[in-house]
């Protein structure tokens, strides 16, 4: 099994920045893309960004140049620099690990039990 830990979420006035940040444990063979996916209520699922274990990253129309995903495979951690935060950003972000473990080789997707973001003056 893989637990996703995310930390780092809050308040923030728009304009503001947040970091959130996503630590992976448990009996991990290999982590492959890890990401955020937020959800606000009464809205759909979006994927933010997402990274590679190669460091590629891709990322929501609506959060580029603002947000930064990062990641450091060492300590299995995932990080999302949100910059010039917009009330429709505030969401619960959830991040991701596509990971196998060393109990069970295949492929599966592991979620965090997400972050609250809210932004308001």
């Known amino acids: 099994q893989v637990q996703l830990v995310e930390s780092g979420g809050g308040l923030v006035q728009p304009g503001g920045s947040l970091r959130l940040s996503c630590a992976a444990s448990?009996?991990?063979?290999?982590?492959?893309?890890m990401g955020w996916y937020r959800q606000a209520p009464g809205k759909q699922r979006e994927l933010v960004a997402s990274?590679?274990?190669?460091?590629?990253?891709n990322y929501a129309d609506s959060v580029k140049g603002r947000f930064t995903i990062s990641r450091d495979n060492a300590k299995n951690t995932v990080y999302l620099q949100m910059n010039s935060l917009k009330p429709e950003d505030a969401a619960v972000y959830h991040c991701?690990?596509?990971?196998?473990?060393?109990?069970?080789?295949?492929?599966?997707?592991?979620w965090g039990q997400g972050t609250q973001v809210t932004v308001s003056s």
């Open positions: 448990g009996s991990i063979f290999s982590i492959y893309d």
């Open positions: 990274i590679t274990s190669g460091g590629s990253s």
């Open positions: 991701y690990a596509k990971a196998s473990t060393t109990t069970l080789p295949r492929l599966f997707d592991y």
